[in-house]
Nanobody, 125 residues
Framework: QVQVVESGGGLVQAGGSLRLSCAVSGLTFDDHAMGWFRQAPGKEREGVSYISRGGTRTLYASSVKGRFTASRDNAKNTLYLQMNSLKPEDTAMYYC??????????????????WGQGTQVTVSS
């Protein structure tokens, strides 16, 4: 049984930082590309960052590029998202997901089969 568990969310002032973690079990972690997504109230879920199976390639949404950094530790089966210079518009539920397509890296949301329950990030102005 695959389990995906996010942690590290919280309340932070604008300009602050948070580091999200995502622990994955029940699959061979380094066989799967990973992604971070977010969903704000009343909005569609959007991709924030994508990382390749080996962690050598990353892609970011334009809204977070230069502020967020994704990384993974395949020995620990854990994905990370370092978020700096946070803005109120970054407020959302953040989700981690594992790709099931077998791609080295993918941005296609339908490729992500295994999802966590999310961790809330709230940025105050």
């Amino acid at each position: 049984q695959v389990q995906v568990v996010e942690s590290g969310g919280g309340l932070v002032q604008a300009g602050g930082s948070l580091r999200l973690s995502c622990a994955v079990s029940g699959l061979t972690f380094d066989d799967h590309a990973m992604g971070w997504f977010r969903q704000a109230p009343g909005k569609e879920r959007e991709g924030v960052s994508y990382i390749s199976r080996g962690g050598t390639r990353t892609l970011y949404a334009s809204s977070v590029k230069g502020r967020f950094t994704a990384s993974r530790d395949n020995a620990k089966n854990t994905l990370y998202l370092q978020m700096n210079s946070l803005k109120p518009e970054d407020t959302a539920m953040y989700y981690c997901a594992a790709d099931a397509s077998g791609s080295v890296i993918t941005t296609t949301i339908s490729d992500f089969r295994y999802w966590g329950q999310g961790t809330q990030v709230t940025v105050s102005s």
